[in-house]
């Protein structure tokens, strides 16, 4: 969620799809998820097999399972390339935005752009030009700090790594944290060309400390205020004497050229299982290495970075994949079911894998002429978009027990109560892709959130049972919004 002023809600969503009707009782989870309050991916995984099998009982929790993919997903790039992963699993096919695309009824496609931007869809099997799009929409992108294009520094004795902030932040939470880079490289081949490859260094490399209290006695009384330039720099490691032997064989030590530091270098080469030189150029985040987990004394919550909005492009990604998991799944369905995961939503937006950029709406225009044949015109793809419907799908401010005034008194998003969002009026809030989407080319669209604490902290915090309340209404959406609209007129 973008930190500038929200927009209120574009559309309601059909009395069918009111959460009420979708609120399960108090889930019962399975044993693994509540034998220690902070287990690991490992110990969820290990304990029922590989839990990130799809295509599971639709009863079941899919916590487990949200624990993997945002273990997998230290940035948008990873967990872009784990949902491709899960998409072609289920039997989705690659579609390149640079090829001709020849769909059928009944098919189930998905392309990447940037490879932080993702869009998958299925076609029912009762699909005729001019029918609808019913779309979920959120992001994979979350604040974090980045390394500049030039991170290489030195400071009394230190070799430090030069970040820059990327989105709205809670950065004071990022100190003292056991850090480490992950993102993608693009690495010359030995025949010459240029590939894009994954990187994640799992191992704690970097820490931000704070200043110890002695010396900033003020700090509890007036609140830490860090400079985000000049405080805010990770150290790497102890710099070496230059004139040692030791320095000279590792190479510690950068050059006036060097826009990073060598040994960074060679631990990413370390990773790519490539030389140092072959690697062209690179984008990295800054990640905290300690793993999502449960948390809460009866493993209620979950707690993890990034689940804004990771979190929310789960419960989208799964919906759509167990929504088209059975042969009869798609034979009554008239639309075309979808879902869009986009990149920079914490910077705006204005990108080429950002929502702001006609993505989803090429995607569809290209959907229609492809499925059409003959038969569209040029008013084919105007009604569909009129027959469509879109979530957009983020993350709201849960209530805080120490600051419930901030909160809007009748409409307080409670934990473990499902999607919701109002703010009052008197508060700022955050925005998100909906509105961005919706004035685009006027797709009827309903903006919502799950629940969650500590928003944009580097650990933040959000409860298991609104993952799978999340779930379940978008698999809803998904099977039951065609049947829904039919019936519904307001525009005669």
């Not at 970097?206 to 003020?218: K, M, S």
Request: with cysteine; charged share 20%; proline share 4%.
């Amino acid at each position: 969620m973008a930190s500038i002023a929200r927009l209120p809600l574009t559309h309601s969503l059909p009395t069918i799809l009111n959460r009420t009707r979708f609120l399960p009782r108090r889930l019962s989870f399975p044993t693994y998820l509540h034998r220690s309050p902070f287990r690991s991916l490992s110990a969820v995984s290990s304990s029922q097999g590989d839990s990130r099998s799809l295509g599971s009982d639709s009863n079941a929790s899919i916590v487990g399972d949200l624990l993997d993919y945002l273990n997998e997903s230290w940035t948008q790039f990873h967990a872009t390339a784990e949902a491709k992963r899960q998409l072609l699993a289920a039997g989705f096919h690659l579609l390149s935005e640079n090829d001709d695309w020849n769909l059928k009824p009944g098919g189930r496609y998905f392309f990447t752009r940037n490879m932080s931007c993702l869009v998958a869809f299925a076609v029912g099997d009762k699909y005729v030009p001019g029918n609808g799009f019913h779309a979920i929409a959120a992001h994979t992108d979350s604040p974090c700090l980045k390394l500049k294009p030039k991170s290489a520094s030195s400071k009394s004795g230190y070799l430090m790594v030069n970040v820059q902030t990327y989105g709205g932040g809670l950065w004071h939470t990022w100190f003292d944290r056991d850090l480490s880079v992950a993102g993608r490289a693009i690495v010359r081949a030995s025949d010459g060309n240029f590939v894009h490859r994954l990187v994640k260094v799992k191992r704690p490399l970097l820490r931000v400390p704070t200043l110890a209290i002695h010396l900033d006695r003020t700090v509890n009384s007036e609140g830490f205020k860090p400079n985000l330039e000049t405080q805010l720099v990770p150290l790497l490691a102890t710099k070496q004497d230059e004139t040692s032997a030791e320095s000279k064989d590792k190479n510690v030590s950068p050059s006036s050229k060097d826009a990073h530091h060598p040994l960074l270098m060679q631990i990413l080469s370390d990773d790519l299982a490539c030389k140092p030189e072959d690697i062209v150029s690179l984008e990295l985040n800054i990640c905290d290495t300690q793993p999502s987990c449960l948390g809460g004394a009866n493993n209620e919550f979950i707690f993890s970075g990034r689940l804004d909005n990771l979190a929310s492009s789960f419960c989208a990604l799964r919906a759509l994949i167990d929504s088209c998991a059975s042969s009869e799944s798609l034979s009554t369905e008239h639309g075309i079911r979808m879902i869009a995961l986009f990149d920079n939503e914490e910077v705006g937006s204005d990108s080429c894998q950002g929502a702001g950029a006609p993505t989803m709406f090429q995607a569809m225009r290209r959907i229609v002429s492809s499925l059409g044949n003959a038969q569209v015109t040029e008013c084919t793809f105007d009604r569909a978009i009129r027959k469509s419907f879109l979530v957009s799908a983020d993350m709201a401010h849960g209530v805080h027990p120490n600051f419930a005034d901030k909160h809007e008194e009748n409409h307080r998003p409670q934990l473990h109560k499902g999607l919701d969002f109002v703010v009052r009026n008197d508060m700022g809030c955050g925005s998100t892709i909906g509105p961005i989407l919706a004035s685009g080319v006027g797709i009827r669209t309903v903006d919502c959130g799950i629940a969650q604490l500590s928003m944009h902290s580097v650990r933040e915090i959000c409860g298991t049972d609104d993952i799978d309340i999340a779930y379940r209404h978008f698999k809803a959406f998904y099977r039951s919004f065609s049947s829904v609209d039919r019936k519904l007129t307001v525009d005669d």
